[in-house]
Structure formats: structure tokens, C-alpha cells
């Protein structure tokens, strides 16, 4: 188990990884781990908590175990993952919150929302893919580098193509 987070109910958001000391910006909090699947193999899994495939490319995904897969969305994170499956701290955590990410920066799929129910002052009310988001969450996010690669990658070629 971690010496940094515990694993503990977390309300209507069912079970969710809270600190249990001072986490640091920057810090790493878990990488995400379990069998790379595809896009077809992740369509068939199960839309419950236990099952939430981590989108690492286009069509590939990870199956993402526990504790991983407890790590909650909230519209307002405390975290991202960099590398496309590091789970790093984006502020400093303090000993008792929640540790949470928002699912968006890692989803690129026309059709996948998921609503949301994170209670934050700054929330959307619908989880949705990375390109849906307000512009100025998406800079910040990309600023923050808690992006997916292959949604940035896809982004910059996008960018570089309409100023041809």
C-alpha cells in the first residue's frame, strides 16, 4: 500500500484515494497500471468504478488497476498525469483530501460524456473529451502538461495545419 494516500469511501463518488501527508506540487503520486487494451476491448468492459480504461492513444487504452483506478474526476484537480500514466501532484495536497484529476485530459473519443458529480464550484456538469473543454482549461492544462501526448500531438498538428 502507499505511504502517501489511503484508500477510503468518498461519498457518491464511492471509494477514492485521499493523501495522508503533505503531498508536494510535483510530487508523484501513483503510476497507473494494468494491460494495455483496445479501443474494442475497452468498449466492452463494464461503465461502473471498477473498470475505467486509462485512454493512452487513439484506440489503445490501460485497464487501470487499483489503487489507480479509485483516483476520482473533479472539474477543480489537485492532480494530472504526465507521461501518460503518472499521476503527479499539480498543487500541493494537503494530509486528508481527496486526490482527483480530471478525466477529460485524457479522453479523445467523439462520443464518450460521463456526468459529473464532483460538486466543485467550477463544475461543468459533464465529463467529456479534452477538445470539448473551454479554451482557457484546455491552455491551462497544456500549460500544466497534464495532457495525454497523442491529444497534444493531435492538437499542435491541428494548429500547425490552419496556419498553413
Known sequence: MSEIFEIKESG??????????LIKKDELILEFTGPIISFEEALQKPLDKLSCPLQIGSREYIDIQEPGVLANH??????????????????????????????????????????????????????GDFRHLPLDIQKKYLDLNIVQSFIAKKLLANIAQHRI
Not at 12 to 21: C, E, K, M, P, V
Not at 76 to 93: C, F, Q, R, T, W
Not at 102 to 112: A, Q, R
Open 74 to 127: 473533479s472539474c477543480s484537480p489537485n492532480a494530472g498525469v504526465k507521461k501518460d500514466h503518472y499521476l503527479m501532484a499539480i498543487e500541493d495536497i494537503l494530509p486528508g483530501q481527496e486526490i482527483f484529476y480530471d478525466y477529460s485530459t485524457t479522453m479523445d473519443e467523439d462520443n464518450w460524456t460521463l456526468e459529473c458529480k464532483c460538486g466543485s464550484p467550477n463544475c461543468r456538469h459533464i465529463i
Open 12 to 21: 457518491s463518488l464511492g471509494r477514492g484515494l485521499f493523501a495522508t501527508r
